[in-house]
């Protein structure tokens, strides 16, 4: 991968009357992992869609080197279609070879029209748009929820060899995510 870095440069996120964070910085670089902690409301998601660039801060700017992944409560899969054609969709978009169908335990339910997959499922379908994109940076928003014990741990490899090729993951959850070196920051700290 190539170098990649991701930084937050004294963020501050509003929403309506209500400051959720201010003074937020960080500075990541590649095979770094960052943990976004904090109880439902507190900005999580919100400091997710700033890093994507598709929330603008109230306060402080981001800055990146290297293409960016988004994961997050919304698969982008067309719920009328078969996985096999939805998935073919992102392949013709994203120009890429192929998805770890097998790996993703997706193979058996290519048939199945998408509205039929349950949360996990879906959740394992949008995890190999991702891996197909190989963006460098990837911004995960509860990306265990939905999953059981194995998707779960799943995820988690999936996380740590991103990571270990050079990747920044950054990974806002109120679950617990196991991976080693992983920094956090809980948002309470940063709420005015």
């Keep these: 991968m190539d170098a990649c ?13 209500r400051l959720l964070f201010a003074n937020l910085s960080f500075d990541l670089k590649g095979g770094s992992a960052l943990q ?12 997710i869609r700033i890093l994507a660039g598709l929330l603008e801060p109230y306060a402080g700017s981001t800055s990146r080197t290297g293409a960016l992944g988004l994961l997050d409560e919304r698969p982008a899969l067309d719920p009328h279609l078969p996985l096999r054609d939805a998935i073919e969709f992102w392949k013709r978009i994203d120009q ?18 998408v509205r039929y997959l349950s949360t996990g499922q879906k959740k394992r379908a949008a995890l190999g748009r991702l891996l197909a994109q190989k963006a460098p940076i990837w911004l995960l928003d509860e990306p265990l ?48």
């Excluded at 440069?9 to 309506?16: F, K, V």
């Excluded at 902690?37 to 998601?45: R, W």
């Excluded at 939905?146 to 270990?164: S, Y």
């Design 145 to 192: 929820n939905g999953l059981d014990t194995n998707g779960v741990a799943l995820v988690e490899e999936l996380t740590a060899q991103h990571c270990k090729r050079g990747g920044i993951a950054v990974v806002a959850s109120h679950q617990p995510f196991t991976l080693a070196k992983m920094m956090r920051i809980r948002l309470e700290n940063f709420a005015k």
């Design 36 to 47: 976004l902690a904090g109880s439902n409301g507190i900005g999580k998601s919100s400091l």
């Design 96 to 113: 890429s070879e192929g998805y770890e169908i097998t790996r993703l335990g997706l193979r058996q339910l290519m048939d199945v029209p």
């Design 5 to 17: 870095r991701l930084a937050a440069h004294d963020l501050a996120c509003r929403r309506g009357d």
